[in-house]
């Protein structure tokens, strides 16, 4: 890799690298060891993008990078967060006075967690949490619904709810959807909180139905590369909206509830009846198609073929770019030049405007293609991209 990449270290696991850490900045914030930590992962998509929310398919992978916290419950109401990454003192809120929408900033995430479970009528009160994290923000890889899922999963044990992880990680979609006011769908948090090590997770997002996939690269001699772009991204300002209002609207005007009921074999006579609208039209493509690659990634990594879905990745790139229109030109210039030097395919992944890339090559070539993708951002002038491996591993789970 070039020498002046801005490179990401894959973290060790979150009790090695956060742990002690983190309960030691909680004793210096409040005064007193936590009750307990907690930690919860980053993800990139490896293919199914913007279909979440239209009841299809997606397949994302946990990252090793996470964010971990310690919280201890408090009898008084009171809702204190604090973070490494935020300046000054704790945030003090009031479980009482949580209302939709939030405040802006980055508390609204777990204050949001603490209004939906009060919404669905949990006994949830105050607490003291303090936050440290390892997972790049805006870069497209749900540092929000880390935070997010690692707070509900904190509440969860603190307050004794027992709950299952798909159920905090839909108390977590509606946390971001009515209090943070980000339309997402569930996959975020779903891969937060569910996702395994050494696999990617098959998500029906229309009925939640999940199975782990095998996802071992190292085993065929591969890796997944994420290419930051450092273009950073923020989803609330309405593009994001956008696209998922005019995919409603297409759903609307096919008469079915999702444009996943859309069958990719009909998809020639769909696209007719939408010729009046081509911007519908194009929306409407990219998620038939994106959820037959899907599938059809799917049927690879069943057969032991994981070479054979780079093309697919890329197919899905051109489609997020062309149909969709969220990609950019930092994004394009990392998946042509990736490609250009050998990666055997490569996409943007996440919600797009920004954010990442992922690149998969042969472990052998993955220090050249870096170095490429690195070279041509600074030729065209461009941040340093930071380049690291994805590495598939846990969902959310108690450190201590």
Do not use: K
């Not at 909206?241 to 609307?252: D, I, L, N, P, V």
């Not at 490569?346 to 070279?375: K, P």
Request: net charge negative; glycine share 10%; with cysteine.
């Amino acid at each position: 890799m070039s020498p002046h990449a801005a490179a990401v270290p894959t973290p060790a696991p979150a009790h090695e690298h956060g742990a002690r850490r983190t309960a030691a900045a909680f004793r210096a914030v409040y005064g007193a060891a936590p009750t307990g930590l907690w930690a919860a992962p980053g993800r990139v998509n490896l293919i199914g993008e913007h279909t979440d929310y239209n009841g299809g398919f997606v397949l994302p992978l946990a990252l090793p990078h996470t964010i971990v916290a310690a919280a201890t419950a408090r009898t008084d109401g009171v809702l204190r967060l604090h973070s490494s990454d935020a300046d000054g003192g704790p945030v003090e809120l009031r479980a009482d006075d949580l209302r939709p929408p939030g405040a802006g900033g980055w508390a609204a995430y777990p204050a949001g967690i603490v209004w939906a479970m009060r919404a669905a009528g949990l006994p949830v009160g105050g607490a003291d949490l303090h936050y440290d994290s390892t997972v790049p923000t805006g870069a497209g890889l749900s540092s929000s619904a880390a935070l997010e899922v690692v707070t509900a999963l904190a509440l969860n044990d603190l307050y004794g709810l027992g709950l299952d992880r798909q159920r905090l990680a839909t108390l977590a979609q509606r946390a971001e959807n009515a209090f943070v006011g980000v339309p997402c769908g569930i996959m975020d948090q779903t891969a937060a909180a569910c996702c395994t090590a050494g696999h990617a997770l098959l998500l029906d997002t229309r009925d939640l139905t999940r199975r782990q996939v095998p996802f071992d690269l190292a085993a065929d001699g591969l890796r997944l590369l994420v290419v930051d772009t450092r273009v950073r991204h923020a989803l609330a300002d309405g593009a994001y909206a956008q696209r998922r209002a005019g995919c409603e609207r297409g759903a609307r005007a096919l008469g079915v509830h999702t444009l996943r009921e859309v069958p990719y074999a009909r998809l020639p006579e769909t696209l007719d009846a939408l010729a009046g609208e081509p911007a519908v039209q194009a929306l409407v493509r990219h998620v038939v198609t994106e959820n037959h690659r899907v599938e059809e990634v799917i049927a690879r990594l069943d057969a032991g073929d994981t070479r054979a879905i780079g093309p697919l990745l890329t197919a899905g790139h051109a489609s997020l770019r062309d149909d969709f229109t969220v990609s950019c030109a930092e994004l394009d210039l990392a998946v042509d030049t990736a490609r250009a030097a050998g990666a055997l395919g490569a996409r943007m992944t996440g919600g797009g405007f920004g954010g990442s890339a992922i690149v998969l090559v042969e472990a052998a070539a993955a220090a050249a293609v870096g170095a490429a993708v690195t070279d041509a951002f600074a030729a065209a002038g461009h941040t340093a991209p930071r380049i690291f491996p994805a590495v598939p591993s846990a969902g959310a789970h108690r450190l201590a």
